[in-house]
């Protein structure tokens, strides 16, 4: 009986992870990729550049696979040890390194989980998310440093960035904050700003450091806004 539940668990698993909607495969946890690609139909884009914070798998739970599969190419980032070495092999165009991005370069303690989407810098997140059936099977100090600091590393020269994706797990304030938003513009931004609903979006700090930079909201999934550079898209997208 055990053996028959963990094969409906997997099944029950995959069928979340690589649900068809509307006749297209999304890649994303809520759908994300899909949305995008609508929002992104409205600058004619078929293939462009992207940046992933927070990448966590090449295919699972990713809101770039999709474009990944259709040409584009990126920069992944994200914290937990291992990850580069299997985005090189699933994802052989983009660039990923392994890294923690926050407000400033330092050492963090990162919280890392039996699922490791939830893996979080954020001490608060870990602490709520901390029960069953998650639980916390590590804590490792890895090195974190702006997300400014990530770009001018690495963005390779004289590339726009279409879109970018960040899902931090309750960490979301810190990476924002540590860009240059002046330089470094993205057209669309996906960020997983938890607790937060619709109502609420214009009172959240992060959304507010958004606003001041010419960013507005124009679509949520159940955790994911979408956010749009007012100068790259007209006001009625």
């Known amino acids: 009986m055990s053996t028959q539940l963990n094969y409906l668990k997997k099944l029950g698993l995959w069928l979340r992870n690589y649900i068809p909607i509307g006749g297209r495969l999304s890649y994303s946890q809520e759908g994300e990729d899909l949305v995008l690609a609508r929002i992104l139909g409205e600058l004619n884009l078929t293939t462009g550049f992207f940046v992933d914070i927070g990448a966590h798998h090449p295919t699972r739970y990713s809101n770039t696979y999709y474009f990944y599969k259709r040409g584009w190419k990126g920069l992944n980032v994200d914290a937990l040890p291992g990850t580069k070495k ?101 057209r669309v931004l996906l960020i997983e700003l938890l607790n937060t609903d619709i109502q609420n979006i214009q009172t959240n700090p992060t959304a507010q450091i958004l606003s001041q930079h010419n960013y507005r909201p124009v679509a949520k999934t159940v955790n994911t806004f979408f956010f749009v550079a007012n100068e790259s898209f007209p006001k009625n997208v």
Do not use: C
Request: glycine share 2%; no cysteine.
């Open 86 to 186: 299997l985005f090189q092999r699933l994802r052989a165009r983009d660039i990923t390194i392994e890294s923690g991005v926050g407000a400033e370069e330092k050492m963090m303690t990162y919280f890392s989980f039996n699922e490791p989407a939830l893996n979080t810098f954020s001490e608060q997140e870990a602490e709520r998310k901390n029960h069953s059936p998650y639980h916390i099977v590590n804590t490792l100090q890895i090195p974190v440093v702006t997300l400014k600091q990530i770009l001018d590393q690495y963005l390779p020269n004289n590339t726009p960035i279409d879109f970018m994706t960040i899902d931090a797990e309750g960490f979301d304030h810190e990476i924002v904050s540590s860009n240059d938003w002046n330089v470094y513009r993205p």
